[in-house]
């Protein structure tokens, strides 16, 4: 794989994680509005997950495995 393959997985690697984050701060938003905030446990379990979802997405990247066909199996 060359360097530009690289530079761009991680890009989108990084496009994956704001995507996430940016829809966890909306719900959190819509939620808080509501009167109904989710306890911290809840917040720090979401920011693992995608943590985890990241360092997925850059092992896959290094090794060259699919990342689709894991979830498409879901």
């Known amino acids: 794989m060359s360097l530009s393959g690289i530079i761009l997985g ?3 690697v990084a ?3 704001v995507i996430l984050v940016l829809i ?3 719900g959190k938003w ?3 509005m509501l009167g109904w905030g989710p306890p ?3 917040e720090r ?3 693992a ?3 985890l979802i990241a360092l997925y997405m850059i092992v896959a990247l290094l090794f ?3 990342t689709v066909h894991i979830f498409r199996g879901f």
């Open 15 to 17: 496009i994956v994680v």
């Open 45 to 47: 379990l979401y920011i």
């Open 10 to 12: 991680l890009i989108n």
């Open 40 to 42: 911290g446990e809840v």
């Open 24 to 26: 966890g701060a909306i």
């Open 49 to 51: 997950l995608v943590a």
């Open 64 to 66: 060259g495995l699919p």
């Open 30 to 32: 819509i939620l808080g």
